[in-house]
C-alpha cells in the first residue's frame, strides 16, 4: 500500500521520478528486508555518482521480529542519510489518522491480527468498506484530509512521547512534510 500511496503523492506533486525513487521491495517487507534494499540501493546510486542525499526506510512494526533490530541498525548507519518511517501497528494507522485522532491502541482478538484489527477500522469509514492491503488510488481518496493526518500524527507522536507508548504511531507526516518541501 505504500508505495502505490507514495507514488501517486510523488505524481500530484508533478516530482519527476529521477529526483524521487520509490521502489516496493521485492525481497519482502520486514523491516531487515527494507533496510538492506534500502543500502543496496544506496550503494549503487554512489557508484554510479548520483548518490542520494536521503534514504527512506518505509516499514510497519506489525509483529515483524526484525523491528527492533533494523530500527537500531539504521540508527547507527553512517554511510548515507537513512531515517526510518514507521507505522505501528501498521501503515492504515496514517489513513484513518486522515479521518480522526485517536490514542486507541490496537489490540490482536481471537483470530485477527493487530493489523486486521486497523484494516477493520479502517473499513469502517465512507467509502473504505473494501479497502484491502495494496490498494491503489488510497492518495487520491485521503489527499483533501492530508493536512489533518499531519496534525494528528504529530499530536499522537506528541501523546505517545509524554505516554511512553508507540501504538498507534506513525511518521509518515514527517516523510510527507519532506516530500513536500523538497519538491
Given amino acids: 500500500t505504500e508505495p502505490n500511496y507514495l507514488v501517486d503523492l510523488r505524481n500530484d506533486l508533478k516530482i519527476s521520478s529521477a529526483l524521487i525513487q520509490i521502489e516496493k521491495n521485492k525481497n519482502g517487507s520486514s523491516p ?3 533496510f538492506e534494499r534500502a543500502v543496496e ?8 555518482g548520483i548518490p542520494f542525499d536521503r ?7 506489525d509483529k515483524h521480529e526484525t523491528f527492533d533490530s533494523t530500527k537500531s541498525q539504521i540508527s547507527n548507519y553512517k554511510k548515507t542519510p537513512i531515517k ?16 480522526s485522532y485517536s490514542t486507541s491502541p490496537f489490540v490482536s482478538t481471537d483470530k485477527k491480527s493487530v493489523g486486521d484489527s486497523v ?4 473499513k ?15 492518495y487520491l481518496k485521503t489527499k483533501p ?4 493526518a499531519i496534525n494528528n500524527a504529530n499530536k499522537l507522536r506528541n501523546y505517545n512521547c509524554e505516554n511512553d507508548t508507540d501504538n498507534p504511531s506513525t511518521d509518515m507526516d514527517e516523510l510527507i512534510k519532506d516530500i513536500q518541501t523538497n519538491k
Fill in 32 to 34: 531487515n528486508k527494507v
Fill in 41 to 48: 540501493i544506496s550503494e549503487i546510486a554512489k557508484r554510479e
Fill in 55 to 61: 534514504v527512506y526506510c518505509v516499514f510497519d512494526k
Fill in 84 to 99: 526510518a518511517i514507521i507505522s505501528v501497528p501498521c501503515f492504515e494507522v496514517w489513513i484513518l489518522l486522515h479521518f
Fill in 119 to 122: 484494516v477493520n477500522k479502517l
Fill in 124 to 138: 469502517q469509514i465512507n467509502g473504505f468498506e473494501k479497502y484491502e492491503k495494496g490498494m491503489k488510488e488510497i
Fill in 145 to 148: 484530509l492530508i493536512n489533518t
